[in-house]
């Protein structure tokens, strides 16, 4: 389980999150969503320890992460994947040195082996025998691809996801979606994502919540967030310009 | 007065951000320290980074040192002509690359290649989240990137520099004996007379000093790029600036410290 209690996060004179609470649970895709430039990335990026709130506590399975040494931070990052926005392949190796990057790092196995669950890991996200390839010959979406085939590869037990499916055709979209929930019905993973394309987060989330101004103004099933009455929601979700969120 | 006050202002401003910035590279360098003897060592990340700044500069460096020497022998005959000390030619050459020329010149040749590219690329990966990546799949940045450059920066430019003195001397022996009829005799014997092995090997200590700046300041630019394509250019080109600048100033501080 991951909690978010009272986290402040301030750039310069930019408060980013003011206070914000939320609880992610195990087991389930739970998405976030709001408004762009809103602090979504900045919260995403606080789970895995990346950035340390001004003030609050990051507890990942009951354990503070925010007063962790770098070396007790790397052993949980080893609990996560994590799919970027743009996929962050390492540009200078193939695909497969890619997916098989972490399983260098952190796992202790024969070459076969580590050929063998990439091969596998490729084969989940539907693109077979693409090892040799270098991320620069890869659509967007194929990209995207071997960056989920790369998050999960030491089987993590949470995966996160910054904005999977911007940037991509509505067809990629759906399958990028179809993807991300059979991998975590297969694997029993807890899935964080970051996103505002309404089509995917009704698609993929067990639990939405919705971050305004620096908190979480609510959090609930996909038919709570529909059936809401906060206008700040029923703006979002109709893609009104008119409403409570300005539009700068 | 107004103009006077901003322009103290905007001195003292420059002048806070130079020392914030000093002091960010100083502890960037403690962290490489400290991430250089853990384990896991990555040669194959070490050697790359080797054959990037040692073998892939050669051509450069040869070519530099070559025509640095021949343009020192030349210039020398011309004075020396002037005393009827010609022999001293080899000599000159001789001392000129291994204390001075041939660390500095290698230095900024490599800065010039290898520096600036270690800035892009590290700026390039941190603008594309591949940095963040790195952090995320619990593989420190300063020991996966960082450390085999410095690493690579620190025992290739001496090696560079053996080979620009060498070609150097060789350049000066073309010009001197072959085409101003410097005997060559006199020419070899001088340079033995007066080239200690502590100018060589102070000119060697010169370059691995030379040789940690401009990668740590490479690495150090790349590391902190912001702001995209933009970023990235602005990146490369701070980075190879303030590394030349560094090693010639240091430069100065080292020839009066070891001479």
């Known amino acids: 389980m991951i909690e978010l209690i009272d986290l402040h996060k301030s750039f310069g004179k930019n408060q980013v999150l003011a206070g914000l609470n939320l609880t992610i649970e195990d087991g389930m895709t739970t998405v976030i969503i709001g408004r762009s430039g809103g602090g979504k990335s900045v919260l995403l990026k606080h789970i895995i320890g990346l950035m340390k709130p001004d003030r609050g506590r990051v507890l990942v399975d009951g354990v503070d992460i925010t007063r962790l040494n770098d070396r007790e931070l790397n052993e949980i990052r080893k609990k996560f994947g994590m799919l970027f926005q743009e996929a962050a392949l390492f540009d200078s190796m193939t695909v497969g040195e890619n997916v098989a990057f972490p399983l260098r790092e952190h796992a202790r196995l024969k070459e076969t082996e580590i050929r063998g669950i990439v091969t596998d890991r490729l084969r989940a996200v539907g693109l077979p025998g693409v090892e040799e390839k270098m991320p620069a010959e890869l659509s967007g979406g194929m990209r995207k691809r071997v960056g989920l085939a790369r998050a999960i590869a030491l089987h993590p037990r949470i995966v996160l996801f910054d904005e999977p499916t911007t940037g991509l055709d509505p067809v990629m979209t759906e399958a990028v979606n179809q993807l991300i929930v059979a991998t975590q019905k297969n694997f029993q993973l807890t899935c964080v994502v970051i996103s505002h394309d309404l089509q995917s987060i009704f698609r993929i989330g067990h639990k939405i919540a919705m971050l305004y101004e620096g908190v979480i103004i609510a959090h609930g099933t996909p038919e709570e967030i529909q059936a809401s009455r906060d206008p700040v929601i029923r703006q979002f979700l109709a893609g009104s310009i008119e409403g409570p969120i300005r539009v700068m | ?259």
């Open chain 2, 1 to 259: 007065m107004g103009g006077l006050t901003s322009l103290i202002d905007a001195l003292g401003r420059a002048v806070l951000r130079s020392v914030e910035e000093m002091g960010r590279i100083i502890l960037l360098f403690f962290s490489v320290m400290g991430w250089m003897f853990r384990p896991p060592l990555r040669l194959r990340n070490i050697f790359k980074q080797m054959e990037f700044v040692g073998v892939r500069s050669i051509f450069v460096v040869v070519l530099t040192g070559m025509f640095t020497g021949m343009v020192m022998a030349l210039q020398g005959y011309h004075g020396f002509r002037m005393f009827s000390a010609e022999s001293m030619v080899g000599a000159t050459v001789a001392l000129g690359m291994t204390r001075e020329l041939g660390p500095v010149l290698t230095s900024l040749m490599v800065t010039a290649r290898a520096g600036s590219a270690m800035a892009a690329e590290i700026g390039t990966m941190k603008v594309t989240e591949q940095v963040d990546a790195l952090y995320v799949m619990a593989a420190n940045p300063v020991q996966y990137l960082i450390v085999p450059r410095i690493i690579a920066g620190v025992v290739m430019v001496p090696f560079l520099t053996i080979v620009s003195d060498f070609v150097g001397i060789l350049g000066g022996y073309f010009v001197g004996v072959e085409l101003l009829n410097i005997n060559a005799g006199v020419f070899m014997k001088n340079i033995t007379k007066l080239v200690e092995l502590s100018d060589i090997f102070n000119g060697l200590i010169k370059a691995a000093c030379f040789g940690l700046i401009l990668s740590l300041v490479g690495c150090y630019k790349g590391f902190n790029t912001t702001g995209g394509a933009e970023g990235v250019g602005r990146a490369t080109t701070e980075a190879v600036v303030l590394a030349s600048i560094t090693i010639l100033i240091s430069d100065y501080f080292l020839t009066a410290l070891m001479f």
